[in-house]
């Protein structure tokens, strides 16, 4: 069966990012929006949905250990997290490994495997967000920089003794056991 998409119409989307604190009732707001697009732009629609944040997470091996950094904002800041951030538009998952390992330790990375997909919606308390996880080798200079205050390699046996930021213990544990696979 081949799909015609010859009626269907392109279209460019996007995201209105409205944050409000948990349990706000945004109805008033949705029909502020809806009546402001129906009398100026009646050319657009509004589709008013909550968003889910997409981001990236990297188990990276270096110098007989694992990357850690020390989060220089909140959540969690002040504790040792595995490097990542949010994909950004255009950005494939890998892309945004490789850009977010470079921007928070400094080091090139070569992704070698998906340890997996984590979608918790309770694994961030900042909202409802799926990350990807990757094993990587790391090659470079290691230095913290972006959203971390400090990179550092922590051995194995460290790691373990170690509170993570978020659900980074068991991206590191579904890791190891990769590893050891």
Do not use: C, M, Q
């Given at each position: 069966m081949r799909w015609d998409f010859s009626e269907v119409k392109a279209m460019d989307r996007y995201v209105l990012l409205i944050k409000s604190p948990k349990g706000y009732d945004i109805t008033p707001v949705k029909e502020d929006i809806r009546k402001l697009l129906r009398d100026k732009y009646p050319e657009l629609k509004a589709e008013i949905h909550r968003c889910i944040g997409l981001t990236v997470d990297l188990v990276i091996l270096y110098r007989g250990g694992i990357v850690l950094i020390k989060r220089r904002?909140?959540?969690?800041?002040?504790?040792?997290?595995?490097?990542?951030?949010?994909?950004?538009?255009?950005?494939?998952?890998?892309?945004?490994?490789?850009?977010?390992?470079?921007?928070?330790?400094?080091?090139?990375?070569?992704?070698?495997?998906?340890?997996?997909?984590?979608?918790?919606?309770?694994?961030?308390?900042?909202?409802?967000?799926?990350?990807?996880?990757?094993?990587?080798?790391?090659?470079?200079?290691?230095?913290?920089g972006d959203d971390a205050e400090e990179a550092r390699v922590f051995s194995f046996d460290e790691i373990k003794n170690l509170k993570l930021a978020f659900d980074h213990a068991k991206i590191v544990e579904d890791a190891l056991g990769i590893l050891r696979g």
């Open positions: 904002r909140e959540p969690f800041k002040d504790h040792w997290a595995l490097p990542g951030g949010f994909v950004e538009y255009g950005e494939s998952v890998e892309d945004a490994a490789i850009r977010e390992a470079r921007e928070e330790t400094g080091l090139d990375v070569e992704l070698i495997k998906l340890i997996g997909v984590y979608s918790d919606p309770n694994r961030d308390p900042r909202g409802h967000t799926v990350t990807v996880a990757f094993l990587a080798k790391g090659y470079g200079e290691l230095k913290g």
